[in-house]
């Protein structure tokens, strides 16, 4: 069934964000702990206003009537609780969304995958293992974009990914998407050069120090403060900065809305990408 756009966009003129239950649907990554808090809250809130009217307006022009949002940002920034929460609130506005983690999607299982990173950083240095991070080689880009186009031509249902942080922990689900609108991809890649078919890229900003300590509590690392972790995180960081400049909508840690060209001031860059020497 079409949607009537132009209903929906009357009908948001008027809507006002719903209370959060304590049990909400989150990301489809087994075992992953998602801790929803205030400050999640105050940020999809401060989002979701702007992102309704672009996805309200990409819908109109689509036959398939389908858009795909990321929310994207360094490890432990809170993209699984706030892409949850602007999937939430698409729902109870009326537009059917699904939650997809792109943490599903490496090549390996994250055990094997984080002792890969450091055969490539022991072998390659520094230089090696930002080549690894985030690329084709660690990650089947290819898939995530494969979903997106189906998504996009209105399949109905899509075979996807499960992957926990054992071999044992890994399998497909056939998900139904006949009443889905809006996929929410929420991936620390989602604004990669190395994947098409994202419309509305939403940037969560913070600095690798920021990051730590939502890691420990959502047990992603054995070592969340080690220097290999924290180059990482460094490393990762200079990947979004990069490819911030496609970026609809940038939230600061501090929970504002960020121009580009703020955010490069911010980050002490330049708007290409690249640090600005002190």
């Known amino acids: 069934m079409q949607l009537d756009v132009k209903e929906l966009e009357k009908k948001a003129a008027a809507f006002v964000l719903p209370e959060i239950p304590e049990n909400i649907a989150h ?10 808090g205030e400050d999640h809250i105050k940020k999809a809130a401060l989002i979701f206003p702007k992102l309704l009217p672009m996805v309200l307006s990409l819908l109109g022009e689509r036959k398939e009537q389908k858009v795909v949002v990321t929310v994207c940002g360094g490890s432990g920034v809170g993209k699984s609780e706030i892409a949850s929460l602007l999937s939430y609130y698409l729902k109870e506005f009326g537009l059917g969304s699904y939650t997809l983690s792109g943490d599903n999607y490496p090549r390996r299982i994250p055990a094997h995958n984080d002792a890969k990173r450091l055969r490539v950083f022991r072998t ?31 399949k109905e249902e899509i075979w996807l990914k499960r992957m926990g942080r054992t071999e044992d922990a890994l399998w497909y689900e056939k998900v139904d998407f006949r009443e889905v609108s809006v996929l929410v991809i929420e991936w620390t890649h989602g604004n990669s050069d190395c994947y098409q078919g994202v419309d509305i890229p939403v940037l969560l900003n913070s600095t690798p120090q920021e990051t730590l300590a939502h890691r420990a509590a959502r047990g992603r690392d054995g070592g969340t403060d080690s220097p290999f972790t924290m180059m990482v995180l460094e490393l990762e960081q200079e990947k979004l900065k990069k490819q911030a400049k496609k970026a609809k909508l940038i939230v600061s840690k501090q929970g504002e809305l960020l121009s580009y060209e703020e955010f490069c001031e911010r980050m002490g860059m330049t708007q290409g990408g690249d640090s600005v020497e002190q």
């Not at 990301?27 to 929803?36: A, K, S, T």
């Not at 991070?133 to 898939?143: K, R, T, Y």
């Not at 974009?145 to 031509?153: P, Q």
């Open 124 to 154: 390659g240095g520094r230089a090696a293992l930002d080549a690894y991070l985030g690329s084709d080689a660690e990650i089947d880009f290819q898939e995530v974009e494969e979903i997106v186009a189906a998504f996009k031509s209105g």
């Open 27 to 36: 990301g489809d990554m087994p075992g992953d702990q998602v801790q929803i």
